[in-house]
């Protein structure tokens, strides 16, 4: 059975991937993913805001120096090599990609297209075999255009691709009002992946206490449905590669996203609530369902039942309420 796939240039040996989560900040847990037949790691996200700060600290030490003691900056390297900011996330990038044979993705969540897309090199030179972009943007500002916010992500993932070598994916929103023009204009900035969806967070709100609720739930079976949705629309219209998160409980969401047309798909809830070595589940279950099948390879699977190659392409596109309702009203006579 050929389980091996490509992602944005990548080889992997299968299409299972470990997506960002903190549980991949743990060298032993990167180990166990591998051995647990992972065919590559992204690691959790750096955040812009975790650059910010760590730049602002470093400037004020740097001014505070510049008035007490004017002789001690030759100290100080140049401020464009000067290296601020999250040292232990470019030293975990480096330890994980020591760790495993597989390859370690990094990642990067931010929402301007300033300071801290240096970082996107910094994590090349730490060993990152590529690189994901969380864009972590909710236009909370009224006032702002969907062509604005468009007009960001793709400023975001020029200015990226510019500064480094290796693939970059970008872990998309839903939240476009056409979600395939935007994916082909992500492409043609330089994206070599599409990772659907980002799942933006959404707060609850305590009636008892009246605070906002910044609870995090884990996935559910029925969320693959949007990402299912897109990925069958742009199987087989699309250059870069496309992955699927969120949703992924058994193989058999697995396997539905491969069939729609995902070349990886990416799990974090599953190996939250089981353990990483969940990973061999889901990968036994998939090899399982493949080989009663006689299928040979995901080659042969991966979008098998796209929008393009189904017999009713429209079954993507309309509601059909009607039909859904009379068959309601019959098993319910
Ligand atoms: C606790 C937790 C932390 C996460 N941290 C990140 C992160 O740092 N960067 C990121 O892009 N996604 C992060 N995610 C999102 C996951 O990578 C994944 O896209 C999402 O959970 C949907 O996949 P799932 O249904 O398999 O959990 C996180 C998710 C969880 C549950």
């Not at 037949?37 to 602002?56: C, D, K």
């Amino acid at each position: 059975m050929d389980l091996s796939t490509r992602y944005m240039g990548l080889q992997l040996t299968n299409p299972l991937v470990a997506s960002a989560s903190p549980l991949n900040t743990d060298i032993g847990n990167v180990r166990r993913l591998e051995d647990a037949g992972a065919a590559a790691i992204v690691l959790p996200s750096l955040f812009e805001e975790q650059i910010a700060e760590e730049a602002a600290r470093q400037e004020h030490l740097t001014s505070v120096v510049e008035e007490s003691f004017a002789e001690a900056l030759s100290y100080f390297p140049e401020s464009a090599e000067y290296r601020v900011g999250p040292e232990q996330y470019l030293d975990l990038v480096a330890r994980a990609g020591e760790a495993v044979d597989i390859p370690v993705i990094g990642s990067l969540n931010g929402t301007t297209s300033e300071g801290w897309i240096s970082y996107a090199r910094l994590i090349e030179e730490a060993g990152a075999k590529g690189l994901e972009l969380n864009i972590y943007f909710i236009p909370a500002d009224i006032a702002m255009s969907g062509r604005e916010v468009e007009k960001r992500y793709i400023e975001i993932v020029k200015a990226v691709r510019a500064t480094v070598k290796i693939p970059v994916a970008v872990k998309l929103s839903p939240y476009f009002s056409s979600i395939g023009h935007m994916a082909k204009a992500v492409e043609k900035a330089g994206a070599n992946a599409l990772v659907l969806f980002n799942r933006f967070y959404q707060p609850d709100l305590d009636l008892a206490m009246l605070k906002v609720l910044p609870d995090l739930k884990l996935s559910s079976p029925d969320e693959i449905r949007l990402p299912l949705l897109w990925l069958a629309v742009l199987s087989g219209r699309m250059k870069a590669s496309l992955a699927a998160t969120t949703g992924v409980a058994t193989a058999d969401e697995v396997l539905k996203y491969l069939l729609a047309g995902a070349d990886v798909v990416m799990s974090t809830s599953a190996l939250l609530r089981h353990g990483v070595g969940y990973m061999a589940t889901l990968l036994s279950g998939l090899e399982a369902w493949l080989e009663v099948r006689e299928f040979r390879s995901i080659d042969e699977v991966r979008g098998l039942m796209s929008q393009q190659r189904v017999e009713n392409p429209q079954a993507f596109e309309r509601a059909n309420y009607i039909r859904i309702l009379q068959g309601y009203e019959t098993t319910h006579a």
